[in-house]
């Protein structure tokens, strides 16, 4: 995304220039207010504007406050758990069935929006202040998530800052982490809080309302479909695969529905059917993780069984890339060149991603051919290795990590964003 690695950057270089925690506070809410002017947040007004609107209050201030608290809080438990626990959080929404459960969600959520489901949390417009408090703070937590996933590589910075930093107690830790995503979700929340203030006072309804209704239904339905297009690339299907898959659940969906008596409302033969489609996805993912992994035969062209040195290269998109350290590094010795280190976890969505761009990107391809590139994975013992060293501490926060060294292991580069390929290029 166009202007998320200047804004990474210029908050990273704001927070080390900081000398007091009261300065720091500062920079990340405005680094968080700067960052709520990017294009990928702008979807996020209108849905607000439609939240709010339907919220039953006697003061303005009420559900604008109560949904503002909704998405500070995503920020406020983002940095805890950077300062707990290191990449724990970071992990955790990289895991298929967090992401399939976001997605589900926000299926739930577009569903409610054109009245096709009602959520006992959502009450209709009363004359009480609290009506719809609860529906109100979690629309806020939905709308903390999908900023999340838009400035993803800005936050990932700054949870990185807060883990290397964490040397203390982990109850301390986590404050301090706390504190410091609550200002930068403060600033990124600020305009979403004006437009709930200032910017509800839409005309009557109409015909016109249900139009945009459906508009703000799609819109979520969107985010729905690209956290479950998340959830099953790292379950490790390919995009044709996805594809099928999807389409698989809206068939079962629609068939769930219409096979019910038609005499139910529309709303229980939604919620029944979204139960059913549920309980089946729970179920062929518990027996996945039951059954054993397919063990798989590596043979040359002649059949015969691969040597051992050919099981530890793997080769994508035209690229070779070891597997063991000491082979990669004697390579480089011999050949003068660079090495690219590519850390990777099958739970990383955005490392897959990252493979994709090396078959799509030309001059990421071409800088690669010159390098001698390494693939390190989670599981292996060399990752740990890396982890361990001083100059890597953005392994203890998660997903995915590039460095480049060179033929001695200097380290030359290291980024956490994978779209960042025109420094990886350059340094190549």
Known sequence: ??????????????????????????????????????????????????????????????????????????????????????????????????????????????????????LPIFKSRGTDPGDG????????????????????????????AIAASSDGAPAVAAIQGAVSMLAFGLGLGLPLLMIGLFGTQLPKGGAWMRVIQWFLALLILWFSH????????????????????????????????????????????????????AAIIGVTLLLRGMLPAPITQIANLDGEQASVA???????????????RDVAYEMAAQTGRNVFIDFYAHWCANCKEFVKLTGTDATLNAALQNAVLLKVYDTSPEFDVYAADLRFPEL?????????????????FKTTDYLQTEDMALFL
């Open 226 to 277: 690209l956290y479950v297009e998340k959830g099953l690339l790292v379950l490790g299907l390919d995009t044709a695969q996805v594809s099928l898959s999807m389409g698989g659940l809206v068939l079962v969906l629609l068939a769930l529905y219409f096979l019910q008596d038609p005499i139910i409302s529309r709303q229980q033969r939604i919620q029944r059917s979204l139960s059913a489609t």
């Open 310 to 324: 050919s099981l530890l290269i793997e080769e994508k998109h035209g690229l070779t890339w070891h597997l063991d």
């Open 1 to 118: 995304m166009p202007g998320l690695a200047e804004i990474n950057t210029w908050i990273s270089g704001q927070l080390l220039s900081a000398d007091g925690s009261l300065l720091t506070f500062l920079w990340l809410f405005a680094g968080g207010l700067v960052a709520s002017l990017l294009p990928c947040v702008y979807p996020l007004y209108p849905v607000t504007i439609s939240v709010l609107r339907a919220r039953g209050s006697t003061s303005r201030w009420v559900h604008p406050l109560l949904y503002y608290l909704g998405l500070v809080m995503i920020y406020l438990v983002f940095g805890a758990f950077a300062g707990f626990g290191g990449g724990f959080l970071n992990e955790l929404m990289q895991y298929s069935v967090t992401n399939l459960v976001i997605g589900g969600i926000f299926l739930a959520l577009a569903l409610a929006v054109v009245d096709y489901l009602r």
């Open 133 to 160: 408090a609860t529906g109100t703070v979690l629309m806020g937590m939905s709308a903390g998530l999908l900023s999340s996933a838009c400035v993803g590589p800005v936050v990932v910075g700054i949870l990185l």
């Open 396 to 412: 203890n926060v998660g997903l995915p990590f590039f460095v480049i060294t060179d033929a001695k292991g200097h380290l030359l």
